[in-house]
């Protein structure tokens, strides 16, 4: 009988009253493998209240997974340490090995069942080089920490809008900023990689050296190494003018209209920073959807004319322009994740979706078509307030690809390159049990299938998935283009030759099953 077996008959669970002698106490190899190499002091083990409250601070139910142990490497020499003894411990077996940065990211990207989570929650530096002008940043920090650790010496990263999430996946990913005028992507931004390989070797990546390593984690995520530190280029501390909105749905049509007009002349706003979203959330009170705006000037101007066909939309409730810092936007997560935590989707399930097409108010219109669409065939389920819908629509025009091919490149501007784009999340967040998100899913799904057909017929189709918002069964690596996958997978095959990030490290968005 297993150990396993044997403690769901008996309920008893073994007990370690001095952690530094119980070596064997976590009956699980790899973890005793981890103990061998002197790193007992960073274990979380399932028999420890430590545990549960670490598994607990996932932003999501959906990634609420139980790994045999939880290692909190402090340094990067223990990160180190950890690969080598993971990947030395006996393979046999249905067991992996997951990365935790911020905890933000899809379901099953950062946290594991069967295996190991390495959490990286303790490489949290920040430091700042005035002479290199870089901040140099740990993976495991949440934005909100990296801004308000900068403000001393009074300078800022182009990083996350919402301060919750984590600074590794975030960039890994691509990174979308309000900076993105004048720094496209938030990995632009990034000078030089330090990564752990899998055979233990400690590299710097940079334009210098291993540059191809630091071109393909420009937006290649997790597939190369374990990055412990990312040293970006710092910006001047300056105040936001911030300006949060809510408007009738009938305004619609003037918000689209609008939200063209000001991507197709981004370049003359470079400043400016859009958000355009649809909501419904019953459980505010309000059964019916509303639209609204993130309305950002980097430079703190208020009443930017970049924003002049907006500010001509009435509110529903009055607001105005607030002159900001980033660390407080980002502390009141004036974003994206603000919607999410008025409504404890800490504790609810999530269900989303990623599309990207040309700057064409024919498929705006549709796509607020089909939110209300999407929303009644929701409660033929379930209950108004039993669910939250998001839609987010975010510009994408092409002088982005120009700015990043100018700081090198990355893996994510090809496709933007030909003309301006839409960035389009739908996400919902369901307060009731997996099946029902499961449902959500289903619907989303469809939709989405709708939605992109419908663009193609309108000849404003665009390939990009951008990694960031992409559900797991997406593929953002293969939107990339054939050019930029071969690249991705040349590299992985150069810096990690057994392929261990492919099968060792299963989650995320893995090369190897691009074209498979």
């Not at 959330?281 to 309305?295: C, F, H, K, L, R």
Request: aromatic share 8%; hydrophobic share 35%.
């Amino acid at each position: 009988m297993s150990f396993s077996s044997t403690t769901e008959l008996t309920g008893v669970l073994p007990v370690c009253p001095r952690k530094d002698n119980c070596l064997d106490i976590s009956n699980y190899s790899q973890c005793d493998a981890l103990i061998q190499a002197g790193l007992r002091k960073r274990l979380l083990l399932p028999t420890e209240p430590s545990y549960d409250a670490r598994i607990q601070s996932y932003w999501s139910l959906n990634s609420q997974q139980h790994p045999f142990c939880i290692l909190q490497p402090q340094d990067t020499n223990e990160v180190t340490k950890a690969m080598t003894a993971l990947l030395g411990a006996e393979a046999a077996g249905d067991w992996h090995i997951a990365i935790r940065a911020g905890g933000h990211s899809i379901v099953g990207a950062n946290n594991i069942d069967n295996g190991v989570t390495i959490d990286l929650v303790h490489l949290n530096q920040v430091t700042y080089d005035k002479d290199t002008n870089l901040a140099s940043i740990g993976p495991g920090l949440k934005w909100m920490d990296v801004y308000a650790k900068l403000e001393q010496y009074d300078v800022l990263v182009a990083g996350g809008r919402d301060g919750d999430v984590g600074v590794g996946g975030f960039l890994l990913g691509g990174g979308s900023t309000f900076y993105m005028g004048t720094q496209a992507f938030g990995c632009d931004d990034i000078k030089n990689y330090e990564v752990v390989l899998t055979n233990g070797t400690i590299i710097n990546a940079n334009e210098k050296r291993n540059r191809d390593l630091w071109l393909a984690l420009k937006g290649g995520g997790s597939n190369f190494g374990i990055v412990t530190r990312y040293d970006m280029e710092a910006l001047p501390n300056e105040k936001l003018a911030y300006r949060l909105r809510t408007i009738n749905i009938t305004e619609a049509s003037r918000i689209s209209s609008a939200l063209v007009k000001f991507t197709d002349n981004y370049e003359y706003y470079q400043e400016d920073a859009l958000v355009v979203f649809l909501m419904h959330n019953a459980t505010a009170g309000i059964d019916e959807t509303i639209i609204g705006t993130i309305q950002v000037n980097t430079g703190g101007k208020i009443n930017d004319t970049g924003f002049k066909e907006l500010d001509k939309i009435p509110d529903l409730t009055p607001s105005r322009y607030e002159r900001v810092s980033m660390a407080d936007a980002a502390a009141g997560s004036r974003s994206k994740g603000v919607i999410h935590r008025t409504n404890s989707s800490h504790v609810n399930r999530m269900a989303g979706f990623t599309l990207t097409f040309a700057n064409d108010k024919r498929v705006l219109k549709k796509a607020v078509e089909m939110h209300e669409e999407f929303v009644q065939d929701l409660k033929k389920r379930l209950h108004a307030n039993q669910f939250v819908t998001e839609f987010f629509f975010q510009p994408m025009p092409s002088m982005f690809s120009q700015i990043s091919n100018q700081k090198g490149g990355n893996m994510i501007e090809s496709d933007l390159k030909e003309r301006n784009a839409l960035l389009w999340t739908a996400g919902v967040t369901v307060n009731t049990n997996q099946q029902d998100r499961a449902f959500a899913q289903s619907l989303l799904n469809i939709m989405i299938a709708k939605l992109k057909k419908y663009s193609q017929s309108c000849g404003a189709s665009n390939d990009l998935v951008y990694m960031n918002y992409a559900a797991s069964h997406q593929d953002p690596l293969g939107s990339y283009g054939s050019a930029n996958v071969k690249f991705l997978k040349d590299v992985a095959r150069l810096y990690d030759p057994k392929g261990l990030f492919q099968t060792r490290f299963p989650g995320g968005f893995k090369i190897s099953r691009v074209g498979s």
